[in-house]
């Protein structure tokens, strides 16, 4: 089974200023999919970007973006401008496939701080 | 409005007592699942269904069961509930089976068992 790893259990950043979460994962496919999902106090679970592993450049929603280093097999989350609205729990998950199934395998999160 | 509705948003229960949260997309979607989320672990998947009548286990399916006898409904229940399965759990959809576009998620379920 694919791991997803997520190094930084918590992150704090300065309002307004640049902050990257960092994410690796484990891999024998060479066509997968990657997702950063953002969980709000709310505790609704928010798609905020994906990246398509046969893609080269790297996935941009507004101040979000991503790093995607396919042969480090790594995939960060990079947040300009961070508003007091990011702070939240970022999760980042693989989409997995095996046995004719498939399912997406989260990291254990990064909880984001952000301070005014 | 497309969404994944379940109920209830909290629940507190008992040792033993049979319980069932209930879990319903309206968007039609062929994928539904299960997660479970605890502090430091993240998500883990409880159970799946690519379809009608078709489910599978996940990583964690031990004390629990799940049915999808329409397209639209996956309830999850727990027969005997234990404290140990005191957590946050959620249901999530997908429009097809390849998750390409990730899941749709329900807005969770909080169960706290004493």
């Known amino acids: 089974a694919q791991t997803v790893t997520q190094s930084q259990p918590e992150m704090s950043v300065q309002e307004a200023e640049t902050v990257t979460l960092s994410c690796t994962y484990d891999t024998s496919e060479s066509d997968y999919y990657l997702f950063w999902y953002k969980q709000p106090p709310s505790r609704q679970m928010i798609l905020v970007i994906r990246q398509e592993a046969y893609k080269q450049q790297n996935a941009t929603e507004n101040r979000f973006s991503v790093n995607f280093q396919k042969a480090a097999k790594s995939f960060s989350l990079k947040i300009s401008d961070s508003q007091l609205g990011d702070a939240a729990m970022y999760f980042c998950?693989?989409?997995?496939?095996?046995?004719?199934?498939?399912?997406?395998?989260f990291g254990k999160g990064t909880k984001l701080t952000v301070n005014p | 409005e497309a969404q994944v509705t379940q109920n209830p948003r909290y629940l507190i229960t008992v040792t033993g007592k049979k319980l069932t949260v209930t879990c319903s997309q309206n968007m039609n979607h062929e994928y539904m699942s299960w997660y479970r989320q605890d502090p430091g672990l993240g998500l883990r998947q409880i159970y799946y269904?690519?379809?009608?009548?078709?489910?599978d286990k996940g990583d964690v399916p031990e004390g629990y069961k799940v049915s999808r006898k329409e397209k639209r409904n996956f309830p999850l229940i727990l027969e005997s509930p234990s404290p140990n399965q005191t957590s946050l759990y959620f249901c999530a959809s997908s429009r097809t089976p390849f998750l390409v576009m990730g899941y749709t998620f329900g807005s969770g379920t909080r169960l706290t068992v004493v």
């Open positions: 269904s690519m379809n009608v009548e078709v489910t």
């Open positions: 998950a693989y989409r997995e496939t095996q046995g004719g199934s498939e399912k997406l395998v």
